[in-house]
């Protein structure tokens, strides 16, 4: 009998690599120029294009001007030129920052004028992607989810920070390796997270974005700021000092009971007033996210949210955790793009991203 049990792992192990060969396909979400067309996603004001990192013009001479650019464009950060392994030391963050106006390409810019070009009390929506995206991908699709997010604005205003991260890995026969090197590549990427909102005027509400297993870097940043520690590390400052931040979850690749005390984000809770966690029954890579070890891995909270014994162990914590159930709009799809394109959710978000409970409280 235990001969048979330890064979178990074994006798899955085709079964475990041909659903981890379709569980890469559908993470490899990032579209092309042609997929995305009038169809798929609402219609842009500018045409994007897929423009590789080195190809933008250096920023203009002279002292960068810091005015309000809440409403004509929004920023783009990555995190690809910042050490991706850690040594127990704190890793230097160095992030390649652009910004794209409303009707203009992208231009080279840095921390700085992020930091001083966001207006204070204007809410700022930080958005993470998944894995198997490429740089250009990731700058091709930054315009698509501006226009999606602010179809949902009704006279309100947000500013959009897209993060980027590395995040592709060329394709290998060991696929389950690959999904968890990324995994273990966004939980690290929580740290440069973690340093981009110290960087953001404590005036601004913050929502956190992260679709697939970008909602790890959005559960390892707020770990990180409430005193947590990811993979030996520690933020010396990131700490959420009050700040208003909100979370929403789509598509999370983060196993359900990892925000529960003594799992892996057990301190992400104290650093967000709320997460919105979009869930779908039909997604079919989350479907087989277990699959990538069998014996250990939960299901996602992204397939069907939290559990009664989740709950149970969240205690008052968990009214925090709002799952909604997106099935019926996006299908069976984990795809960004089937996300994005529905205006219908970027309304069902907007309480989240535009903070408008507090901006009404601010005005009165």
């Not at 604005?153 to 947000?158: A, D, F, I």
């Not at 909100?246 to 983060?254: H, K, N, W």
């Not at 925090?320 to 709009?329: C, H, L, N, P």
């Amino acid at each position: 009998m235990r001969l048979r049990l330890l064979a178990v792992p074994y006798c899955l192990r085709p079964i475990q690599l041909t659903a981890l060969a379709a569980l890469i396909v559908l993470f490899s979400h990032a579209p092309t120029s042609a997929q995305l067309t009038v169809e798929t996603v609402p219609p842009a004001t500018y045409e994007s294009e897929d423009v590789p990192f080195g190809e933008y013009a250096p920023p203009s001479e002279g002292e960068p001007h810091y005015s309000s650019m809440a409403d004509s464009g929004y920023w783009f950060l990555s995190t690809n030129n910042c050490p991706q392994s850690f040594d127990h030391t704190c890793p230097q963050f160095c992030p390649i920052v652009l910004r794209r106006e409303q009707c203009d390409d992208f231009r080279r810019s840095s921390l700085a004028e992020l930091s001083g070009g966001l207006e204070p009390g204007v809410p700022v929506c930080i958005v993470i992607h998944g894995s198997f995206v490429d740089t250009p991908s990731a700058c091709h699709e930054s315009g698509f989810v501006w226009n999606w997010l602010r179809s949902a604005s009704c006279g309100n205003r947000m500013q959009m920070v897209y993060f980027s991260w590395p995040s592709f890995k060329p394709l290998s026969i060991f696929a389950a390796n690959d999904v968890n090197i990324l995994g273990r590549q966004a939980a690290r990427n929580g740290y440069y997270l973690a340093e981009l909102i110290q960087h953001i005027p404590p005036e601004c509400p913050i929502c956190i974005l992260g679709h697939s297993h970008g909602t790890r870097v959005a559960s390892a940043g707020l770990h990180l700021m409430a005193g947590g520690r990811i993979q030996g590390i520690c933020h010396p400052f990131a700490r959420a000092n009050g700040r208003q931040i909100r979370t929403v979850f789509a598509a999370a690749a983060v196993d359900h009971n990892w925000l529960n005390p003594g799992k892996r984000y057990d301190r992400a809770l104290y650093s967000t007033e709320c997460i919105l966690n979009l869930t779908n029954c039909k997604d079919p890579a989350l479907a087989v996210y277990p699959l990538r070890m069998p014996l250990f891995v939960k299901r996602p909270i992204g397939s069907t949210g939290l559990t009664g014994w989740d709950r149970r162990q969240l205690g008052r914590m968990g009214t925090k955790i709002r799952d909604y159930d997106v099935s019926r709009a996006v299908g069976a799809s984990h795809l960004w793009p089937y996300y994005f394109r529905n205006n219908d959710l970027a309304m069902a978000m907007r309480n989240y991203v535009y903070f408008p409970d507090r901006i009404t409280a601010a005005t009165n």
